[in-house]
């Protein structure tokens, strides 16, 4: 099995910085792109960012310039840091990851993980 376990959430004010953090384990046998979505009450699901295998990042227009997803392939960790942070970034943060799993060995599939989610909230 496979878990993706975020950390890292809180209450903060306006203008503040806020890590996550999302550590992935289990039967790993290798990590493709890695990500970050979040979602607010009445809202879709949506994409903050994410990152490939090789450190090729994406970003939504609404944190550019503010968030840096990072990730450290030897601890199978994504990170995302959150700076300026304003109340319209007020939501759920998920971890999200494409993840190659053995299924019998030679055999592996790829295959799409969500975290549990971690809220965070932006006072003004």
């Known amino acids: 099995q496979v878990r993706l376990v975020e950390s890292g959430g809180g209450l903060v004010q306006a203008g503040g910085s806020l890590r996550l953090s999302c550590a992935a384990s289990g039967n790993i046998l290798s990590i493709e792109t890695m990500g970050w979505y979040r979602q607010a009450p009445g809202n879709q699901r949506e994409l903050v960012a994410d990152?490939?295998?090789?450190?090729?990042?994406n970003y939504a227009g609404s944190v550019k310039g503010r968030f840096t997803i990072s990730r450290d392939n030897a601890k199978n960790t994504v990170y995302l840091q959150m700076n300026s942070l304003k109340p319209e970034d007020t939501a759920v943060y998920y971890c999200n990851a494409d993840i190659n799993v053995s299924v019998g060995s030679p055999w592996r599939r790829l295959i799409n993980y969500w975290g549990q989610g971690t809220q965070v909230t932006v006072s003004s």
């Open positions: 990152i490939s295998r090789i450190g090729n990042t």
